[in-house]
């Protein structure tokens, strides 16, 4: 891999972790990821009684397209927050500071969630979720580069840890929220709420900042890192890729099972969180393979290919049938799998640990952008779930293409020691002279 070699050298002594050994910082970190991942989670099951309980009128009662709407918005205007991401990281970098986000942040999103709950009308709702998603990307964020703070020589082993937490968290979070939102429409926010406390108790009683950082990036350094660095850019577009169907799918799926697939909202939270289940038994191989035979790109590329015509096809072949939907969201679960853990430990193969924060801001902003376009689906094709599926597996794959040309180009595959099979150097020249033809 990436010569992690080089990364020790920039290391005190403090940190120089044995090879295979998890540093302790990085399970209580993946405890964080949890509770914070989690709190979200919980609010994706019940959108429809949850608009029609804040906003109630006997007269002009919310209608599907009402709840689309509101739904897309509410989601949209959530990971536009996300982008505030860009800024935390060369402040974090530049101080060395990462515990006083993730106070602040988890402070901030108990607030904001309480003050959802009092919104006077949506237009108002809406203010109060951008701070509430502003808070969760101070904490989120933060937790995913101490991750990198602490991996040392164990990237890829460190990762696939927190991927799982986060995982769990994604799937307990959407199976619990529909089981929440039965006993009372508000429940899954105040365990939402609950959730946040823990976060806020845990970093303030045994959080550590790392202090093993010799040098600190100015601003200035921190900013222009992806020119010092492109490589950055493939993980990260990689990373708009494998957001954007999640984004998609958090925003679709409950609206599917509301509208399309009439169920309760515990069911609905059920059915979601059974695509998390693949992912997180795969986390694990599958980072072990990507630090040996499998390499970074292979299982991203197969993973995104494969997830890409899944999700196109989801809507024509499952129509209104439970099980076949059921199996198709099991089936992407499966191709997340191969494509979370080798993309964030990428990401981790080419960045200093000082620049940490900042690579994990773009990489994160990249991801943001495809987290927003997902959920704006339910506004462009409004009823039509079966147009949308095709149009997101089309740009999944179309996406894929342009990042496989992205990182021939900026050499990316020798940096990491990839080597492309024969067939997929033949497919690429073969596509080279599509493009260059046109």
């Known amino acids: 891999m990436l010569e992690q070699n080089s990364k020790s050298q920039t290391l005190t002594p403090q940190f120089q972790t044995q090879k295979g050994k998890i540093h302790r910082m990085v399970y209580l970190v993946s405890v964080l990821t949890f509770f914070s991942i989690l709190a979200p989670a919980l609010l994706h099951s019940n959108d429809k009684e949850f608009f029609t309980a804040l906003f109630p009128s006997s007269t002009d009662p919310l ?7 509101y739904s897309s918005l509410y989601d949209s205007v959530y990971y536009i927050a996300f982008i505030v991401g860009l800024i935390i990281g060369p402040i974090s970098d530049t ?42 990307i101070l904490v989120w964020q933060t937790l995913m580069v101490l991750v ?39 429940f899954p926010i105040y365990v939402s709420i609950g959730s ?22 100015t601003i200035k350094q921190s900013i222009f890192l992806v020119k010092e660095k492109p490589h950055i850019l493939v993980p990260a577009f990689f990373n708009f890729i ?18 399309v697939i009439p169920l309760e909202p515990s069911m609905r939270g059920m059915i979601f969180g059974l695509s ?6 795969l986390s694990y191989p599958v980072g072990r393979k990507s630090d040996g035979p499998w390499g970074r790109i292979k299982p991203l590329a197969l993973g995104s290919l494969i997830y890409g015509i899944l999700l196109s096809l989801t809507g024509f072949v499952a129509q209104k049938n439970l099980v076949i939907f059921i199996i198709f969201l099991m089936l992407q679960g499966c191709a997340q799998g191969l494509t979370m853990t080798p993309n964030i430990s990428l990401l981790g193969d080419i960045i200093e640990p000082e620049n940490n924060a900042m ?16 959920p704006l689906f339910g506004l462009i094709f409004g009823k039509n779930y079966n147009l949308a ?35 997929a150097k033949k497919l690429y020249k073969f596509l080279k002279r599509i493009v260059s033809k046109e």
């Open 242 to 259: 494998d957001r954007f169907h999640m984004g998609f799918l958090i925003a679709i799926i409950p609206l599917y099972l509301t509208f």
């Open 148 to 186: 990198y703070d602490y991996s040392g020589a164990n990237i890829a082993k460190s990762v696939s840890i927190n991927t799982i937490f986060m995982g769990m968290a994604m799937g307990t979070g959407t199976m619990s929220g529909g089981f929440l939102a039965n006993l009372g429409i508000f």
């Open 95 to 136: 101080k060395g500071r990462r515990k006083v986000f993730i106070i602040i942040g988890s402070l901030g999103f108990i607030l904001f969630s309480i003050l959802i709950l009092f919104s006077p009308n949506f237009q108002i709702l809406l203010l109060f979720r951008l701070f509430q998603g502003i808070s969760h």
């Open 63 to 69: 209608s599907e397209l009402d709840i689309i709407n």
């Open 359 to 374: 690579a994990v801001s773009l990489f994160n902003f990249f991801g943001n952008i495809g987290m927003i376009f997902g």
């Open 276 to 281: 998390a289940i693949p992912s997180i038994v």
């Open 389 to 423: 599926f095709l149009v997101a597996g089309i740009i999944e794959i179309v996406s894929l293409v342009v990042n496989i040309f992205l990182a021939r180009k900026l050499k990316v595959m020798e940096k990491i020691g990839f080597q492309f099979p024969t067939i």
């Open 196 to 217: 946040y406390f823990i976060v806020f108790l845990l970093a303030m009683l045994f959080l550590k900042d790392p202090k093993f950082l010799q040098q600190r990036p």
